[in-house]
Antibody, heavy 117, light 112 residues
């Protein structure tokens, strides 16, 4: 079965770091670009970051550029989002999504990050 | 940066009646390769989003044919021909032509 499972969320203090992980299964991971999207409580969706299928290219939203880093390990079949210098406004559900011709055809259940000052 | 604006933000609909959501981009969405990367996702209450429509008008696998997408340039529309109870949720358009990619604010579809 095809799915994505995120992990690594939690409750942290402002200024802290967390590494989020996304483990895919049921498809050839190394063939696809991958993305992170977040949703603050009661708010809409916000695209955060994209990494190309080969890991050579990354793109970021202005809100996280310089603080978050997307990476992938094709041997471990995992995509990561390293989140640094966390702020209150980073509190959200973080979703991993699989790329299909620049749309998101598979989403995980999400992992919750709560930043408390 | 491209800003995506959806209207309406809320759409109360009678079961069996049509619904329509508009999405307007602040700039053109035709990529240099000639494709238009405008998609629609649905988020049911308490669920992660799921893909409905990609590249303006292509219905994703398993999506009922009562959902359709259309548009070009900067104006795009999602239509539900006959709303069913399972269609309740929030609908988002998203552009993936220009980085940074961006979502609309979302349109909440509810039953009257």
């Amino acid at each position: 079965q095809v799915h994505l499972v995120e992990s690594g969320g939690g409750v942290v203090q402002s200024g802290s770091s967390l590494r989020l992980s996304c483990a895919p299964s049921g498809f050839t991971f190394s063939h696809y670009a991958m993305h992170w999207v977040r949703q603050a409580p009661g708010k809409g969706l916000e695209w955060l970051a994209t990494i190309s299928y080969d890991g050579r290219n990354q793109h970021y939203a202005d809100s996280v550029k310089g603080r978050f880093v997307i990476s992938r390990d094709d041997f471990m079949h995992t995509v990561f989002l390293q989140t640094n210098s966390l702020r209150d406004e980073d509190t959200a559900i973080y979703y991993c999504a699989k790329d299909s011709d620049s749309s998101f055809d598979l989403w995980g259940q999400g992992t919750m990050v709560t930043v408390s000052s | 940066d491209i800003v995506m604006t959806q209207t309406p933000l809320s759409s109360p609909v009678t079961l069996g009646q049509p619904a329509s959501i508009s999405c307007r981009s602040s700039g053109g969405l035709v990529h240099s390769n000639g494709k238009t990367y405008l998609s629609w996702v649905q988020q049911r209450p308490g669920q992660p989003p799921r893909l409905l429509i990609y590249k303006v008008s292509n219905r994703f696998s398993g999506v009922p044919d009562r959902f359709s997408g259309s548009g070009s340039g900067t104006d795009f529309t999602l239509k539900i021909s006959r709303v069913e109870a399972e269609d309740v949720g929030v609908y988002y358009c998203m552009q993936a032509t220009h980085f940074p990619w961006s979502f609309g604010q979302g349109t909440k579809v509810e039953i009257k």
